[in-house]
């Protein structure tokens, strides 16, 4: 086994990549021509499982590339890659060597290209002068044509809140690929958001023990997540395509800040940005397909001709701050003209320019069966009566929602006894969160009003709550359908309506339902993911639940499913 000289190993990147102020920690890229072994050389019965402890992983697959991942556990360690297309190593198609960095945490991102497509592959890494050898990864490529696809989309995974049984199903599935929409970990402090009386004797707290704000603390918390179980199964066994959300930095990100930031206490957010990303590049990876700006995560992934998938960052390139309801409230209610005039400023974006363009031309030159946007915050109009929104927490909350309901319901069957003020009571709306692209009504209009006749899928996470809503333009026409998933692990609407009746969750969330126009199908406090598979007449969603994420002993069912075509 020949060791190549540093100008003969062209695809390793001797230095991080600055663009925009951005560091990320670069992909290591493989071509033919940077073949060390032809045949494997690694004696595995002179080797042990062992100093590889986030196990392995894969990203971003193509019909011709995939990236491999793993961390070893000491710097400057010769690292032997193996990528073959039997799990016994006998039909080896690529490999090489690399040297481990501290400067990179000692991760290994090898984005290997020039790969046939359709392929089921294996992979490893070894040390073998330290006789250490890693777990056997499984990948794939994709095809460049495909009848259908199966994708597994997750989000919202909070280690302290409790077990990960959601990515163990998912591992377990027949799932092709599985789509991450971002709040891969939490940056709160032990015993913050997540932790409660009811799963403290997992002994789950957060490592470190404070808000994560240095680039040692996010990788010590990118370690700890790695170090689950179940999330190392889910990333051995299936490829993952990835994209952030707010918690990868803090909490409701926007461009040039985060509500879980302060300056005055917690230093420079760019800094504390810079951090997050730098290592979220080095422990999730991404094929940096915009060659101009290396530091752009928004890109498109063709999967067989049949999805032009789109992952968008919603959270950091473009996004205004959020507008607060709370400061459209006086002294004789909302002020809802002011909150209306402030959402549809012109200036307001939450792609930004150079994104929205992007968008908008992958949209108009797709041929796809599917355009499916992969991005964070939920799409679909979510409007509620203001009477429910200032009722919230109180309580006859309940008593009102039922009338609420009632008026509803009786407005549908065109009931003539209705007066005025009681429509007034369901008619008078506003949009409740203002953090999703409620908050940004002009981008969202833009791109349906782009859409010049196709329609779109649209993937979402954020809310730790499973929806599935119909897309309308301003003119009420139909653009698409919004899939959004439960969260891995994180506490949904359950917590914020201070109980876990099964009645009570079960009434509020056919009020929703009844209440909000376009909403089919939302539900409000159980754990899993969905699967969504696609073929060249229909696209079937199915909402899979957990039973339990505090005991590791767990079903998981199908707690619902549609299929839009």
Not at 11 to 18: C, D, N, P, V
Not at 121 to 137: E, H, K, N, Q, T
Not at 190 to 202: I, Q, V
Not at 303 to 326: E, F, P
Request: charge should be negative; charged fraction near 20%.
């Amino acid at each position: 086994m020949s060791t190549k000289n540093t100008t003969r190993r062209n695809f390793i990147q001797k230095t991080l990549l600055a663009s925009g102020g951005i560091i990320l920690a670069p992909n290591f890229i493989s071509c033919k021509k940077d073949d060390d072994l032809v045949a494997s050389e690694l004696d595995t019965n002179l080797l042990t499982i062992k100093n590889f402890h986030e196990g392995v992983a894969s990203f971003d697959p193509s019909s011709s590339s995939v990236i491999l991942w793993t961390r070893y556990a000491t710097a400057n360690a010769e690292i032997v890659w193996e990528l073959a297309t039997d799990a016994s190593f006998t039909s080896i198609l690529r490999s090489g060597k690399i040297t481990t960095e501290a400067s990179r945490d000692n991760t290994l991102a090898i984005e290997v290209t020039e790969l046939e497509e359709h392929l089921k592959l294996y992979y490893r890494f070894a040390s073998p002068i330290d006789s250490a050898i890693s777990v056997v990864g499984e990948t794939i490529t994709l095809p460049e044509k495909a009848s259908s696809i199966k994708l597994a989309v997750c989000s919202c995974s909070n280690y302290q809140a409790g077990l990960f049984n959601s990515y163990n199903a998912m591992a377990k599935s027949d799932a092709d690929i599985i789509i991450h929409l971002g709040d891969y970990f939490y940056e709160y402090e032990a015993g913050g958001y997540g932790s409660t009386a009811e799963n403290a004797f997992l002994n789950r707290q957060h490592e470190p023990a404070g808000e994560i704000i240095t680039l040692e603390d996010y990788r010590t918390r990118y370690k700890q997540y790695r170090s689950d179980i179940d999330l190392q199964l889910a990333h051995q066994k299936k490829p993952f395509i990835c994209i952030w959300d707010d918690h990868e930095i803090a909490n409701d990100t926007y461009k040039d800040g985060a509500e879980n930031h302060d300056d005055a206490t917690e230093g420079s957010f760019e800094l504390r940005k810079q951090n997050a990303l730098q290592s979220y590049s080095e422990f999730l990876p991404f094929s940096r397909v915009n060659k101009e700006n290396n530091s752009l995560i928004y890109r498109s992934i063709n999967i067989g001709n049949l999805v032009h998938m789109m992952m968008l960052d919603t959270r950091l390139i473009g996004r205004d701050k959020q507008l607060n309801i709370s400061n459209y409230f006086t002294a004789t209610g909302l002020n809802t003209e002011a909150l209306k005039s402030d959402l549809n400023a012109t200036t307001r974006t939450i792609l930004g320019s150079t994104q929205k363009e992007w968008l908008l031309s992958e949209l108009a030159g797709s041929s796809s069966k599917w355009q499916v946007l992969g991005q964070q915050v939920l799409m679909g109009q979510m409007y509620i009566p203001i009477a429910m929104l200032t009722a919230f927490g109180a309580d006859n909350f309940g008593e009102i929602l039922t009338e609420l309901v009632t008026i509803k319901t009786r407005m549908e069957n065109d009931d003539p006894s209705l007066t005025a003020e009681e429509k007034a009571k369901v008619l008078n709306t506003i949009p409740y969160n203002l953090d999703a692209w409620d908050g940004y009504p002009g981008d969202r209009e833009e791109i349906y009003q782009a859409l010049n006749g196709k329609k779109i899928i649209t993937f979402a996470g954020d809310t730790h709550n499973a929806w599935n809503n119909t897309l309308f333009d301003k003119n009420g026409t139909e653009v698409g359908v919004e899939l959004a998933t439960s969260s891995v692990s994180s506490p949904g609407f359950e917590t914020y309506l201070g109980t876990t009746d099964a009645a009570f969750i079960s009434g509020f969330e056919q009020a929703l339902t009844t209440l909000i126009d376009g909403l089919n199908y939302f539900d409000a406090s159980r754990r899993g993911y969905m699967m969504t598979t696609f073929n060249q007449t229909s696209v079937t969603s199915e909402w899979i639940y957990v039973d339990t994420i505090l005991s590791s002993s767990y079903t998981a069912t199908v707690g619902h499913s549609i299929t839009y075509s």
